[in-house]
Nanobody, 124 residues
Framework: QVQLVESGGGLVQAGGSLRLSCAASGRSGSNYAMAWFRQAPGKEREFVAGIRWNSGSTLYADSVKFRFTISRDNAKNTMFLQMNSLTPEDTAVYYC?????????????????WGQGTQVTVSS
């Protein structure tokens, strides 16, 4: 089982930036994918961005494309989400997730391990 710990959430004004981190432990090899999801109050958990760990190829939701950047540090087993031009609509709890397969998929049910989540609040 993979342990995931998110950090970096907080309160920011609209137009501002935040950088989330997800530290992973308890896994071996590189044939897997990781992703960021978010869940706003009263809404379903939705895919934000994903990355294939070995190749670094990425996938973004349309709502965050060109504003958010997902990346990873192989040596530190850490994934990042750089969020720029934030809007109040980005307010949610952000979760990192991992799956034991290299494909990036957008359904939360296809991920095996989850972090505890970190709150991001964007004020107008």
């Amino acid at each position: 089982q993979v342990q995931l710990v998110e950090s970096g959430g907080g309160l920011v004004q609209a137009g501002g930036s935040l950088r989330l981190s997800c530290a992973a432990s308890g896994r071996s090899g590189s044939n897997y994918a990781m992703a960021w999801f978010r869940q706003a109050p009263g809404k379903e958990r939705e895919f934000v961005a994903g990355i294939r760990w070995n190749s670094g190829s990425t996938l973004y939701a349309d709502s965050v494309k060109f504003r958010f950047t997902i990346s990873r540090d192989n040596a530190k087993n850490t994934m990042f989400l750089q969020m720029n031009s934030l809007t109040p609509e980005d307010t949610a709890v952000y979760y990192c997730a991992a799956r034991g397969s290299w494909g990036i998929v957008v359904s939360p049910g296809d991920y095996d391990d989850w972090g505890q989540g970190t709150q991001v609040t964007v004020s107008s």
